[in-house]
């Protein structure tokens, strides 16, 4: 059974005018009819051009399954949606306490006496050069 120009097309998914520039091409061998229509032998073509996928309609069955599928996909992603508020918020509660902390210590550190500017380290004995034997 050959294919005509049209069904050609039809069963690569492809335009007629690219069937047709092809042929002229000699990349995909065919014969006109008395009719001068193309006669393409199925094989000579999908040599070339693979054939389209003809999508069947979905069953209730499989639409039923993909259903569950994305249920079940649902259900794992409001789990995870969850587990990550609860995340959230406990962050927020330790952050809670690490700023309760902070003041805390900001609040202690204020209430400590400011350094006397006045009261020095003590001075280290200075050690001349004929002293430093004796340890003085």
Excluded at 1 to 26: C, F, R, V
Excluded at 54 to 77: F, M, Y
Aim: charged letters at 40%; a neutral charge; one cysteine or more.
């Amino acid at each position: 059974m050959a294919y005509t120009l049209g069904e050609a097309a039809k069963a690569t998914g492809k335009s007629k005018p690219t069937i047709q520039e092809q042929i002229k091409k000699g990349r995909i061998s065919a014969v006109k009819d008395d009719l001068g229509r193309y006669q393409i032998d199925p094989s000579e073509l999908h040599r070339i051009y693979p054939p389209v996928q003809k999508e069947e309609p979905e069953t209730e069955q499989s639409l039923t399954g993909r259903l569950v599928e994305k249920e079940t996909e649902i259900k794992a992603l409001q789990a995870r949606l969850e587990a990550i508020s609860e995340l959230k918020d406990r962050i927020e509660r330790e952050c809670e306490d690490l700023r309760e902390d902070r003041n805390h210590w900001r609040l202690q550190a204020r209430a400590l006496p400011a350094p006397d500017d006045t009261a020095q380290e003590p001075k280290a004995l200075k050690r001349g050069f004929r002293l430093w034997p004796f340890g003085r």
